[in-house]
């Protein structure tokens, strides 16, 4: 076997691997960076980003510490320790024995358990299903103990492996009730009822529920592209300098050689980043038409539902407006002379009071202005998301070094919307904006 051409091989295999790894972890962080935070009252199908507390009315309790939580995750590891005997040839070529002390830890048992919960902020809940999610929790116990402790056998198995010297360490993690959530993940429509609710998706870039916040998390996907990308170069390097030790040549003659191997891998590097930055945009980009249609769709709901709202509560006022004065002017008339009401009247002012026991004008007016001021909400909510997301991707077409590649892409900066009670069906079809 070529052992010289396989050590350049793998190392220019796994720099390789490093790299499309640290592409790959930079476009999630720039993902996380750039889709804004929504209310959970505010939540609209697709993949968003959401802030709350994790609440559950019928928690799981953890099998180490007993918290009530909606995840949790538990393991057993037992220490072994043992006294190794080889052979070997030593330097005058004879025979001899040595030993060797081995130690390390083994997993005995383990298991955990999650549930759907609830996502709760100031504005409202949202339902999470975190079947197939990344979860990053808490750690809520760690102990370590020997036989006499009850622990040990309480939550342990019953039984020791090989070589064990009898020391444990029990580890559980959690996220726990009223803990701080932030979450990334497609949000779709709940099948039991009219409302939204957050799960995997194959479509969908990430889906994360994490207890860190929203910083941590981008720092800690920043801090670990650029280690694949270090990681990368350094397995370079070392498949090179394999290669020259196999074929017995001196580092110190051939290290101006590894310059250019470094040069390319920079420069793949670089290209890389283009390419990640560039896709990186174009989501950015989907995002903010995206969010230009949810405010257009809100719009549509107020063009659609007002109407029919209001047309509704007109039609009750003019027929209380009719049927009133006809019962005031049927019970005038008993009144005044009981005995001069014929029958035929009666039947009707007896129909009428059967008919209308209650005459709820005011519920009806009520439930207009609720559906008023929710239309209006979620068409805040909506305007909010779409100037934030407009606002961050105006930004990175001023950053150095992203606005080189905005402008190589012909990429142009969008509006803000300033005022949507005049939008794109309304007035002159046109949303008010101003650049």
Known sequence: MNWPLLALLLGAGASLACLVGAMNTALERRIIDNVPTSKTSGVFIGFVKVKGRAESDTPLTSFLSDVECVFYNWSVSEHWKRTVTESYTDSNGKPATRTREEEGWKCVAGGGARIPFVLRDD????????????????PVFFQSCGQNDPLYFGKGPSESIEDSDHRRQFEETAIPLHVPLCILGQAREREDIVAAEIAADAA??????????????????????????????????????????????????????????????????????????????????????????????????????????????????????????RLAALRSELLACPASIGEGSMEVFLALQEAYPELKSHDAFMALQRSLSETE???????????????????????????????????????????????????????????
């Open 204 to 325: 969908a870039p990430m889906f994360l529920i994490s207890t860190r916040t929203e910083e941590q998390i981008s720092k800690g996907y920043g801090w670990t592209s650029w280690g694949c990308g270090f990681l990368g170069m350094v397995l370079l390097i070392s498949g090179l300098v394999i290669h020259d030790l196999i074929l017995g040549m001196a580092i110190s003659d051939c290290w101006p050689e590894y310059f250019s191997p470094a040069y390319l891998y920079l420069l793949a590097s670089v290209v890389g980043w283009v390419w990640m930055d560039y896709n990186s945009l174009i989501d950015l980009l989907q995002r903010v038409r995206q969010a230009e249609s949810l405010v257009d769709v809100q719009l549509q709901r107020r063009h659609d539902l007002i109407p029919g709202l209001a047309e509704i509560v007109r039609g009750i006022r003019d027929h209380e407006n009719w049927l009133l004065p």
């Open 377 to 435: 909400d979620r068409i805040a909510l909506a305007r909010g998301y779409l100037n934030e997301i407009t606002t961050n991707y105006n930004n990175r077409l001023q950053t150095v070094p992203e606005c080189f590649v905005a402008r190589l892409a012909g990429m142009q900066y969008r509006p803000l919307v300033f005022d949507v009670s005049v939008g794109r069906l309304f007035g002159n079809g046109q949303r008010g904006v101003k650049s």
């Open 123 to 138: 504005c409202g809940e949202i339902l999470i299903q975190p079947e197939g999610g990344i979860i990053q929790p808490l």
